[in-house]
């Protein structure tokens, strides 16, 4: 039952969430500001129930609105159609995980401030539309654009700020009648820039999953990217984005956004390079698709540990 659970929330793809956290609170710490441990655990229980509500509710509507039930994707990757879990035990779980998020998410806005309430609400309204509603986004050609932004740029957004005072990052001043607002720009950028290339790898996780998919979409009425522009252009964009996610990386470097300790991310090109043509060479959900996954393991783990690295260098010589 809990393998079969983990499979449908697909836990394995967890680190797409979890990683950019910590590149956003190890990013905070680097511009001087404090860990928060309370912050932390809340932050690390509302990412994870989210992420997994949105996954299952992924699963759980392609299982309710498909068309075509057979192939990998049915017969051994989603755990409903195979007939491993009920749609009705999935609903009520589904239900668990929102509330755990929504409470959770409450603390951490609670613990922190306001902000994180407009960043997080964003997020969970996205992420029911992600698989809900007449048109959800997974189901159009914007599932990429939305999956990338979200997770690459908001998560180590949300993360940073929810380790700085809101005054570091907006003022509210009154004269009278009128409200003026600063808004610290520098700082936002750069928690926008960092946030760049992740966004790039987890767009190619959503991108080599439709790729793979194509032929059950245009059946299942699934309007994806790789659907509406074909296969031989969302190759293309695939191969852009990989390759995107490091010069972005290195432009931060040169402008010393990130530390120099980022520099052994490079180092990690020659490997997955390979992934990424293999993948490109061959599209496969039960063979390659796992490689994009890799990718983004690989480059993210590297980055966070480069930050980490950072901080404890930083620490000895202080």
């Known amino acids: 039952m809990l393998k079969n659970i983990l499979d449908f929330v697909e836990i394995r793809t967890k680190l797409a969430s979890v990683l950019p956290m910590f590149i956003g609170i190890f990013y905070a710490l ?113 599932g990429e654009i939305f999956s990338g932004l979200f997770m690459g740029l908001l998560i180590p957004i949300i993360s940073g700020f929810s380790m700085i005072p809101i005054d570091h990052i907006l003022k509210a001043n009154f004269h009278g009648t009128m409200l003026s607002l600063v808004i610290n720009l520098q700082l936002v950028l750069q928690f926008f820039a960092i946030g760049l290339p992740l966004a790039c790898l987890i767009a190619n996780i959503m991108l080599s999953n439709n790729l793979c998919d194509a032929d059950e979409d245009i059946v299942n009425g699934r309007y994806t990217l790789p659907v509406v522009i074909g296969r031989d252009k969302a190759l293309k964009l695939y191969r852009f984005l990989f390759h995107t996610a490091y010069a972005l990386l290195l432009i931060l470097i040169i402008l010393r956004i990130l530390p120099l300790t980022t520099l052994a991310v490079v180092g990690t090109w020659y490997f997955t390079s390979t992934l990424m043509r293999t993948f490109v060479k061959s599209p496969s959900k039960a063979l390659t698709f796992v490689n994009s996954v890799k990718i983004f393991f690989i480059f993210a783990s590297v980055y966070a540990s480069a930050l980490l690295i950072n901080l404890i260098l930083k620490h000895l010589i202080l």
């Open 30 to 142: 680097k511009l001087g500001f404090s860990l928060k441990p309370l912050n932390f655990i809340l932050l690390l229980i509302s990412l994870l129930f989210i992420d997994m509500t949105t996954t299952g509710l992924n699963n759980y509507f392609d299982a309710k609105k498909a068309i075509l039930k057979h192939g990998y994707h049915y017969d051994e990757h989603n755990p409903i159609t195979a007939g491993k879990l009920s749609a009705a035990f999935c609903r009520h779980l589904l239900i668990a995980f929102a509330f755990i998020a929504a409470i959770a998410g409450i603390g951490l806005v609670l613990a922190s401030h306001w902000l994180i309430f407009l960043f997080g609400a964003i997020s969970f309204a996205v992420a029911v539309g992600y698989s809900m509603g007449p048109l959800p986004i997974s189901r159009t050609p914007f």
